[in-house]
């Protein structure tokens, strides 16, 4: 099967009940904001300049739950901010499990390594000393933390973990290889980090997950070999959805930047140029997105906004009427539904409702219409998709992970143009007009997270700009 047969039929189960009891609107995944703080800060993520006179609050790990009964979806995303920088991380995954929940940590991976060894050492016997020890031949785990897992003080070993499980995804955010990944967090070595981190899980036994967002000037070339690279990492399974151009990532793209969004993000014509093949992919690798759903970003059809199946709850309550766009909170999933007037958004017969709806093709307000479609043929590739065999993991080779470590790892990173502006005669070739030998693939220019501390990074570009030595493409 594509996807776990437990997961597909929790899933199943849940539509068809709603279904027979005539629902008119009900949750299938909610996006749960326990915090918005971060690491990162990200270029086309409008979340922390959204909420960013709330960004030290936080919502309890019991109102968390409460609101994962309220609405009673049956998988949970967990995002932000950062979510494993949520002091109670550990207790609300275990809370969610013990509420049935399939649960998806959406992380930017910098910190999941250090999870995964909090959870070794409460497990640790003699018997997983081989598996230590190929984490520490790999390098994924150093022998100073091999000792601490090995040596745990009964602290250590009674901490609430997060433990693998096929009920448990960590979803990593990854949005082009190496080279295009670091420029788009502005944080060089991110992407590494991610690699080292997903190969650890598998090790562990975790369900690994990614999520990627395409932008304007992502190469779509690049996109299929993300896939082949991360599918050689027996990666479990891939979220891609396009980048939307929503209010808070526009202003921020403005005053922070100086940018025009309109250089960033897609319309939907342009949308289904960059989708063209993902159906293809759908096939070749293991897509998290309905058939209906890839059909629609490709262009061969329309669909309705369903934003009330994957509702959105953060500090100020449950967001509406969708993930990106805010017209306000509400205490209750109900209240949001019985009070949002949802005919007065998306877009319908290709005429948006609103004109903020005119370019959104994004996943958290169409894959979901893909899932609850009442035609027949709908029905029947639906679960033709979920049942159908899993595609193999993609042949790793020297030149794929060439390929995909191709910026900092071979000296080329993001930041070689504003070293090269401070220091011509060491020259560097230019980070946001390179053209490399080896490789075709054109940096993304967009969203995705970026780094909490770009200081060498703003420190370098503002000399730049001060000297008037060179114009960057991303400043």
Not at 5 to 13: C, E, F, Q, S
Not at 211 to 218: A, D, I, L, M, Q
Not at 273 to 296: C, D, N, R, S
Request: hydrophobic fraction near 35%; charge should be positive.
């Amino acid at each position: 099967m594509r996807f776990p047969l437990a997961l597909t039929v929790k899933i199943a189960r849940h539509i068809v009940k709603h279904k027979l009891r005539k629902t008119p609107k009900f949750a299938m995944v909610l996006q749960l904001e326990p915090l918005h703080t971060c690491n990162l800060t990200c270029t086309g993520c409008g979340r922390i300049r959204e909420y960013s006179t709330s960004l030290k609050d936080m919502v309890p790990l019991e109102q968390c739950l409460a609101a994962a009964q309220d609405c009673d979806a049956p998988m949970v995303s967990i995002c932000g901010g950062e979510p494993l920088i949520y002091p109670k991380i550990e207790e609300l995954v275990a809370g969610l499990r013990t509420q049935g929940r399939i649960i998806y940590i959406c992380t930017n991976g910098m910190f999941m390594r250090k999870k995964m060894r909090d959870y070794m050492a409460t497990v640790f016997t003699p018997e997983m000393e081989p598996k230590l020890q190929q984490l520490v031949a790999e390098k994924l785990v150093t022998e100073k933390e091999a000792e601490a897992i090995r040596n745990a003080d009964a602290a250590a070993k009674a901490k609430v973990v997060i433990k693998p499980s096929k009920w448990m995804y960590w979803n990593v955010h990854v949005d082009g290889l190496e080279f295009t990944h670091d420029l788009i967090v502005e944080r060089e070595g991110v992407f590494k980090e991610c690699v080292a981190a997903i190969k650890m899980a598998k090790i562990l036994g975790y369900q690994t997950a990614t999520n990627t967002t395409v932008y304007k000037e992502t190469d779509v070339q690049e996109i299929e070999d993300m896939f082949k690279f991360l599918s050689s990492l027996d990666v479990d399974g891939h979220t891609i959805s396009p980048g939307y151009d929503y209010d808070a990532a526009k202003k921020d793209m403005v005053k922070r930047l100086g940018r025009d969004p309109k250089e960033f993000f897609l319309t939907r014509d342009m949308t289904r140029k960059k989708f063209a093949k993902i159906e293809e992919w759908g096939q070749l690798f293991t897509i998290f997105g309905t058939p209906v759903y890839q059909e629609f970003l490709a262009g061969k059809r329309e669909l309705t906004c369903t934003a009330w199946a994957i509702p959105t709850y953060n500090v100020k309550g449950w967001k509406a009427p969708c993930y990106l766009m805010t017209d306000g909170h509400y205490p209750t999933y109900g209240e949001m539904l019985g009070t949002v007037k949802w005919e007065n958004y998306g877009v319908v017969d290709g005429v948006a409702r609103d004109s903020r709806c005119e370019h959104c093709m994004v996943h958290c307000g169409y894959d979901p219409s893909g899932a609850l479609s009442n035609k027949p043929r709908d029905t029947w590739i639906n679960m033709k998709y979920n049942f159908g065999a899993k595609p193999k993991p993609y042949p790793a080779s020297a030149d794929l992970e060439k390929r995909a470590f191709n910026g900092v790892t071979i000296g080329k990173g993001h930041l070689a143009e504003a070293k090269a502006a401070i220091n011509p005669a060491a020259n560097a070739r230019g980070a946001f007009t390179r053209k490399e030998e080896e490789h075709t693939h054109a940096p993304a220019a967009g969203g995705g997270c970026g780094s909490g501390d770009t200081s060498q990074r703003d420190d370098l570009l503002a000399k730049i700009k001060a000297n008037g030595t060179v114009t960057t493409k991303a400043e």
